[in-house]
């Protein structure tokens, strides 16, 4: 099973800018699909955005215009840049792979918004 580590979370101020990584283990073959979720401080998990890996994206309507899925070419790394953040955005940030040989979790990245 491959692994997901993320990284680039922190904090920022509101209306900063943050980029999150995430680096799967190994590359892998078939189509893929990489989803970025967050979760807020008492709330549940909600998707955020999702990059394929055609390179086609999708994004929640509390996200689009400020948010941004890029990826390099085998989907071995995903970025999403986050700009014009705020409070609201604070949550821990997780990736997602699904593809024909399962799905798989990264760990998560805690980002922090001050207002």
């Known amino acids: 099973q491959v692994q997901l580590l993320e990284s680039g979370g922190g904090l920022v101020q509101s209306g900063g800018s943050l980029r999150l990584s995430c680096t799967t283990s190994?590359?892998?073959?078939?189509?893929?699909?990489m989803n970025w979720y967050r979760q807020p401080p008492g709330k549940e998990r909600e998707l955020v955005a999702a990059?394929?890996?055609?390179?086609?994206?999708n994004y929640e309507d509390f996200v689009r215009g400020r948010f941004r899925n890029s990826k390099d070419k085998a989907l071995r790394v995903v970025y999403l840049q986050k700009d014009s953040l705020k409070p609201e955005d604070k949550a821990t940030y997780y990736c997602?792979?699904?593809?024909?040989?399962?799905?798989?979790w990264g760990q998560g990245t805690l980002v922090s918004v001050s207002s």
């Open positions: 997602k792979i699904i593809s024909p040989c399962g799905d798989s």
């Open positions: 190994r590359t892998i073959a078939g189509s893929r699909t």
């Open positions: 990059i394929t890996s055609s390179g086609i994206t």
